[in-house]
């Protein structure tokens, strides 16, 4: 599983490694109860007993799979880089998914992070939509590009 150090009130990795991506000069308590309200938030608007659980499915559902490498090829004349696809490590493949949750989070036009983290979730957990997932899509789609590589078999 992950290394991560457990959080407080969840006692989750994941949720560990979500609040450390915001945290930034010295605001992680704050940011903490953001993300705990916009739990409780959840909870309250969808009538769940366990707002985690839709967290933890946003993080699935973005966790990709296959990765790239970029491989240098100096023996030709023009030095191309080549992309070389692998599979991704569990570990790797949530911090992936994670930052790509952030991303989506920050680019939205909406002013309020509370407001930003629910409709990430709420537009990933039940409408299928997304600025993080159109990141998934677009490495997706680069790594079909990529996949008639000679060192990975499909």
Do not use: D
């Amino acid at each position: 599983m992950l290394i991560y150090k457990k959080e407080g009130f969840f006692h989750c990795n994941l949720v560990s490694k979500f609040i450390n991506i915001f945290f930034f000069s010295g605001l992680k308590e704050s940011i903490e109860k953001i993300i705990y309200f916009t739990f409780k938030f959840l909870k309250r608007k969808l009538n769940v007993k366990t707002p985690l659980f839709y967290f933890f499915e946003c993080i699935e559902h973005l966790r990709p799979i296959l990765g790239l490498k970029k491989k240098l090829n100096f023996f030709n004349i023009v030095k191309k880089t080549q992309y070389i696809t692998y599979y991704l490590k569990s570990n790797k493949s949530y911090n992936i998914a994670i930052t790509w949750f952030y991303f989506g989070i920050i680019l939205q036009k909406k002013t309020i992070l509370l407001q930003k983290i629910f409709n990430e979730i709420v537009n990933l957990n039940l409408f299928n939509l997304g600025i993080s997932l159109q990141r998934k899509y677009q490495h997706y789609h680069f790594c079909v590009e990529y996949k008639n590589n000679k060192n990975y078999r499909w």
